[in-house]
């Protein structure tokens, strides 16, 4: 059931009505919801007016009560001032000692910038001053560059100063090369008194061998492999050892320097020799190897037993009267020599026994041909195997650790690439050895057959100058 806005007002005017408050209003004389809304209005009016006059009469009761305290505030400071003037002096020094400590903290900020920059770039020098060669020609500045490094308090003056010589002497030593004593170690941990030689900050040497600089322990160790200007550098240490003897000035040498101060030197030292990259190609590697040194003694073999051929049958086109056994030219001159009369004077019988004996000595020229072209066409067959192996172990390593770590895959592209490389530099000295054997062989073999045919037709010469004669016998 819905009740309308007039109900609403109806049943509020009857509680009213009915109320303590209806009292108030039949008091009024109030009979209508009108008056009851005028009388209302003008209720609420008397009371604000009420509630401002009494925030304004409390307002003023409350500066004449401030005004009061003040008044009493100044009398107490007078009489205290009059009672005890020691007061006055201790407000006078207060007020001093306010205005020398904002003076001193403007001091302490402009310090405390100087401050800042002093220790990031004392840090600096520092670290490199440690690092350098110059370091170990003056080992005795450490003791400064430690009492610096460990400065906990604002930096004075004399340390700066004392910052700033060092620095200075650093820039001098930088553009000299000097000379000085000092103790190297060697690769095997021997270490002596030695003459270094030092060019600016960049190297070190002594007795022809680069030193590289370990700051850590302020040492100079010899690197174990040296670059290969070894004797430009022995050249170089003994002119300037004469120069320095002698204090006189030297004129441009050339020299090697590291601009890393020791870094590629030392990396230098980490490559591997031409051992070690051999050991990197493993089983495939070593038959490889293997593989070439026996064709190589076969190549050397046969070129001497060739040499040895060729001298004796040039020896022998020289004599072909006095046929010797010791070459094959002479053995063929042997064998027409054994045959009879008649089977001389048969062009066929000679033919063939002259076939015969150059077959016989082809074997002996071509001797290993084969075996050596076997080899080389097998060497870069390994390579490539060797190739698929390394790979092969790759994709392992790829599998099993992953790909976040080069150094775990170089094992296996380095037998890739070792083995490849093996197999060429086996199989192009073999190729080219065949070739040149097959072409000593047929040189020689030329000479056979020319030199058979030259006997073929001297016996047809001689047998038809007999026939002549028997012919001119029966006429």
Partial sequence: MKITLTQLIIIFFLFIKNSAYGDILDDKGIKSLDELLITTKNLQQKEQLI????EAR????????QLIVDNAKSDWEKQQAIGNPLIK??????????ELQKELDKHV???GDIHSLYSQFSGDFIARLQDSLVQAQIPERQKNLTKLQEGQTLASIKDMKT?????????TEAGKNSTFQATVVTPEG????????RMGTFSAFSNGQFLHYIPQNQELLVIAEQPSEHSLIQEFSSIALNNTNTK???EPVLSVIDPTRGELLALLGQSPSLYERLLQGKEVGYAIVILGAIGIFIILYRLIFLGVVWKKTNIQLNNLENPNNDNPLGRIFLQVKSMNPEQRQDDESLQLVLDEAIIKELPKLEQGHSLIKLFSAIAPLLGLLGTVIGMIATFQSISLFGSGDPKLMA?????ALVTTVLGLLVAIPLLLGHNILVSFSKILLQILDEQSAGILAKERESSQGIFNKEEVKHA
């Fill in 58 to 65: 409390f307002l003023r009761e409350k500066n004449q009560q």
């Fill in 190 to 197: 021997k270490s002596s008194t030695q003459n270094i030689i």
């Fill in 109 to 111: 900020s402009e310090l």
């Fill in 89 to 98: 002096v201790t407000q006078d020094q207060k007020r001093k000692l306010d």
């Fill in 51 to 54: 509630y401002k006059e009494r």
């Fill in 163 to 171: 910052l700033w010589l060092l620095v200075m002497t650093e820039m």
């Fill in 248 to 250: 006189q000035s030297t």
């Fill in 411 to 415: 094992s296996g592209i380095s037998q």
